[in-house]
């Protein structure tokens, strides 16, 4: 009898593989369009944060101090010296995007400086930056500016320096690096890029078949109604987690682009048995889904209803998802991994941490394939039933 | 001969939804599609259900097909129970209705194969079959194109090839010629009575008296889910066509037509 399972999951994956439209919308579109997608947002970012090197600031400077002369000349910009009275059109052509900055220096700066006693109690010279945040050369050129005068004034009165010696104080290892980077995106990713892929396709295959009326087609067979379900949720598991797999390596692809390329973190710290573990979450976690959504499917008399009727839970597990966002720590504690589908997205936590526990691991998974073998008894009950089967 | 079915004391209701009651005009919430239906058919012979939309008929021969649960009674079909043995009745059968579709994706070679596999036949058995009976129905000439690009009668004869992959003893058809044109009704009907020739019994629901007539062996007439009258056809015809003799046991029933 099991071979009825086999011959149907043939079948589920024969109507898959055999379909280049669904083949192309539910397994490779969403990889491609991830990496595609983040990608472009991480270079947008990266263009929005970042100017080109060869870039010449335009500055405007009043009361310009030999100190500072001396300072700017390492920046590539074009230094304008400009009296008092040029002050006000120079700020407008800051905040028109024609100019980066413009500097006010007190009169006779640099003799003010040296007569300046900080124990005095008045008020220390003051220099103003004006600039403009929406344009990025101009946020770059503050902040740049910014420096070079704090390292000026520390350098007048230097009573200690803070990590001066040139060593590597981050004693952050390459490793906890990539944990802490996998563990904060790619749980609540992962969650949603599986639900995402059960949802493209387990509405059509139960609704789906209910609408077009090719499900009474297969109920008139001596097939059990439970090897159906088994061949059906395998075969649908299987497709999801390829559109699972699709997503994740988009994502893996684009994730430096998104981060900026974190110096040292690397996906190469994982051991063979933290991939174990983690195949076994998502294998269990796809099965719930592909369990819960058929259900739902099973109870829709059309694609369409089926998948207005699927489209909360996905709120809800992107809301599960983001409770594991930048945590970099896992729950302590059993009773989490009871709950289905946060159970999951603590063990991803934990699996990308490097501080994954066995048994919450074996709790995880068990509850998910307890779960979805309920939910494979209730469909079997459900393909028994004549209302839910034929009710149109 | 022995009776290879045997329908005893069957019983069908559906609750009606509001909308439903709209629909059918009535103030009713429960519909009664079959009442104590009692028959039997013989190994060999055509029984034919005839009666007027809505009496009952399909709902008859979708409890037969276990695709839906009698609410009581029970039938046998060559000796399993509708009621506690559904896989193996399924076993048994072949049942075609147009309510039953294919999967427009496949072929109709791969959807032979598919459901042979299901119903455990061996390849080779399953090769000589399907070439016998796509050569019969002319499915050769579109068995590798998918089912979406078919026409209704090639689907009506693919449909009919799978539902007998298993050279079923048992036969059901609801409404056989139903929607064909006149030549693949011709083919489908001709199909029928050779069957019977090789034994097979088979059930067929029908409105259309030239059919019945034409090929039924006996009788069952069902008016509003009642079997009000079964025979042998000369029994039923009682010396009238039948299409006379069921407007007479029509307007017996009913009162009017």
């Known amino acids: 009898m099991r071979n009825n399972v086999l011959i149907i999951i043939k079948k589920e994956l024969a109507r898959f593989f055999g379909d280049r439209r669904l083949m192309l919308s539910a397994v490779l579109l969403p990889g491609i369009m991830i990496y595609v997608m983040y990608t472009f947002m991480g270079d947008a970012l990266s263009g929005m944060l970042n100017t080109d090197e060869s870039y010449k600031y335009t500055i405007s400077v009043v009361n310009m101090p030999e100190s500072f002369s001396a300072m700017a000349g390492n920046l590539n910009a074009d230094f304008t010296v400009i009296g008092a009275d040029e002050i006000e059109a120079r700020k407008i052509a800051v905040s028109e995007k024609k100019e980066d900055l413009l500097v006010l220096f007190p009169e006779n700066f640099d003799a003010l400086v040296a007569a300046y006693d900080t124990k005095s109690g008045e008020k220390a010279p003051q220099v103003s930056l004006y600039y403009n945040t929406t344009r990025t050369e101009s946020t770059t050129i503050v902040n740049t500016m910014t420096e070079m005068l704090d390292a000026y004034e520390s350098s007048l009165a230097n009573k200690f320096d803070i990590n001066a010696g040139g060593e590597n104080y981050n004693l952050a290892t390459e490793k906890d690096t990539s944990g802490f980077m996998f563990s904060s995106m790619l749980p609540m990713l992962l969650m949603i890029f599986l639900f995402t892929g059960c949802m493209a396709i387990a509405p059509e295959s139960i609704a789906g078949e209910k609408e077009r009326g090719t499900i009474a087609t297969m109920l008139i067979t001596p097939v059990k109604r439970s090897e159906l379900v088994m061949g059906k949720i395998i075969a649908l598991a299987i497709v999801a987690l390829l559109s699972g797999a699709s997503s994740t390596v988009g994502t893996l692809l684009s994730l430096p682009k998104m981060t900026g390329a974190i110096d040292g973190a690397s996906a190469a710290f994982y051991s063979p048995a933290d991939y174990i573990m983690l195949a076994a979450v998502i294998l269990s976690t796809v099965l719930l889904f592909v369990s819960i959504i058929s259900i739902i499917s099973a109870f829709a008399k059309t694609i369409k209803e089926a998948q207005t009727s699927v489209a909360p839970l996905m709120i809800v597990v992107v809301l599960i998802g983001i409770t594991g966002l930048f945590t970099g720590k896992s729950q302590s504690g059993a009773a989490y991994y009871l709950i289905p589908v946060y159970n999951s997205v603590q063990s991803m936590v934990g699996i990308f941490s490097f501080e994954a526990s066995m048994p919450y691991i074996i709790i995880t998974v068990a509850v998910n394939l307890i779960l979805s073998t309920v939910c494979g008894f209730v469909l079997t009950k459900m393909f028994n039933s004549e209302k839910i089967m034929f009710n149109k | ?257």
């Open chain 2, 1 to 257: 001969m022995p009776d290879i079915i045997r329908v005893t004391g069957l019983n069908k209701s559906f609750k009606l939804s509001a909308k439903q009651q709209k629909l059918e005009n009535t103030k009713e919430k429960v519909i009664h599609a079959v009442n104590n239906l009692s028959f039997t058919a013989d190994k060999g012979e055509i029984f034919g259900l005839l009666g007027p939309n809505g009496a009952g008929k399909t709902t008859t021969l979708r409890m037969l097909a276990t695709l839906i649960k009698p609410d009581s009674g029970d039938a046998l079909l060559d000796g399993a129970s509708i009621a506690n043995q559904p896989e193996l009745v399924r076993a048994k059968i072949g049942f075609l209705t147009s309510e039953l579709k294919l999967e427009e994706f496949f072929t109709p070679d791969y959807l032979y194969d598919f459901f042979c596999a299901l119903h455990g036949i061996d390849p080779a058995v399953r090769n000589a079959r399907k070439k016998e009976i796509f050569n019969k129905f002319g499915i050769n000439e579109f068995a590798g194109v998918k089912v979406a690009n078919l026409s209704t009668g090639m689907k009506q004869k693919t449909s009919l090839a799978i539902s007998l992959v298993h050279d079923p003893g048992i036969i059901i058809f609801d409404e056989p010629t139903n929607g064909l044109d006149v030549i693949t009704a011709k083919v489908v009907t001709e199909y029928l009575i050779e069957l019977r020739s090789r034994g097979k019994t088979i059930i067929v629901s029908t409105h259309i008296f030239s059919l019945v007539e034409k090929i039924c062996d006996r009788v069952g007439i069902i008016i509003k889910g009642n079997m009000t009258a079964c025979g042998t056809l000369d029994q039923i015809r009682a010396g009238k066509s039948l299409e006379d003799r069921f407007f007479d046991i029509y307007s017996e029933t009913v009162g009017t037509i």
